[in-house]
Structures are given as C-alpha cells and as structure tokens.
C-alpha cells in the first residue's frame, strides 16, 4: 500500500493533531499528550516526516502587526484548458510570492488564489500583467478584497480522531 494512503492508527492522528496546534513542542511533552514514551513518539513523529505526511513546521505570522497589506481572494478563468497551458500558469503562480494559496477548481473559474500584496496598486499591476501576458492565455480576474479574516489559519480537521 502507497505511504501516502498508508492508514494512520489513533496514536499517528493524535501526534498529527497536537503537531498541528503546537508546532514546537518538546517530544516529552509530545509522547505524554499521546500516551506513548518518548522514543517511540519520536520515531512515529520521524516516520510521518518521511513518508509526506508531515511536510513543513512553520511560524504564523499576525501580518497586520508587522506590515500595511491587502488580502485578496482572486478567481482566474484561463482562455486554454491544455495541461502545458495550466502548468505554464501554475509555474508562474508558483513564482510569484505575493500568491501565498492556490486552488485549480471546477465551475467557472479555473483557479482560486489568496494573494498578499502591499495595495491594491500592486494586486492591480500584478493580474494586469497575467492578463497581458497572451502566453498565460488568463480571460478574466474576479477579486474580493479581503476586509478581515474570521477564521484565519485553522488546522484542517483530522477525520477519525476520537472525541
């Protein structure tokens, strides 16, 4: 069975669970949240690491404390629908650091992105030049500016965990 579909018993989804809402906690503190010793968490937290499941640990900035931003939730529609079409797009997006989430979708728009950009000058600069580039082959930007989070950054849920 693929890693990546690897069934997780209860002990992996409560590691999961506790890493998600606290990052830098100690393996001590860690293994005696989930009922294991501390070896043994570690080596489970190791496993998880390798096999993808865990893919990064990082700081959640409060943006609005430390600079001026804007938000925006942008939905693109792409003239061409061929894969060379979108991974050209997608390369592009993956270039461009203001695009800090990004979701191909169905319905009438191809792509959802979140973008995060000084004003609304540089979002405007930024899809305007999407749409000049004919090589991208974008018809069409709808943006929402985001005027303040209400749920921000939660954790995804984890199916299966006990109550």
């Known amino acids: 069975m693929s890693t990546a579909r690897r069934r997780l018993d209860q002990i992996d989804l409560r590691i999961l669970d506790v890493l998600q809402q606290d990052g830098r906690i100690t393996n001590q503190a860690l293994s005696e949240r989930v009922g294991l010793s501390p070896r043994p968490c570690l080596d489970r937290v190791r496993r998880l690491e390798r096999e993808g499941m865990i893919r990064r640990y990082q700081a959640i900035l409060d943006l609005r404390r430390l600079q001026s931003c804007i938000t925006v939730l942008t939905q693109i529609a792409m003239e061409r629908h061929a894969r060379e079409s ?3 797009f997608e ?11 990004c979701f191909e979708v169905s319905g009438e728009f ?21 749409m000049d580039d004919t090589e991208l082959g974008v018809v069409r930007v709808t943006s929402n500016i ?11 849920p984890l199916f299966g965990l006990p109550d």
């Not at 390369?91 to 989430?101: H, I, N």
């Not at 950009?117 to 979002?123: G, H, I, L």
């Not at 005027?147 to 995804?156: E, G, N, T, Y």
Request: glycine share 2%; charged share 25%.
């Open 86 to 88: 979108r991974h050209l």
């Open 146 to 156: 985001v005027l303040r989070p209400v749920r921000d950054m939660a954790p995804p």
């Open 91 to 101: 390369r592009r997006l993956a270039a461009t650091p203001e695009v800090v989430e």
């Open 110 to 130: 191809d792509y959802i992105a979140k973008l995060i950009c000084p004003d609304v000058d540089a979002y405007q600069a930024l899809t305007q030049g999407w």
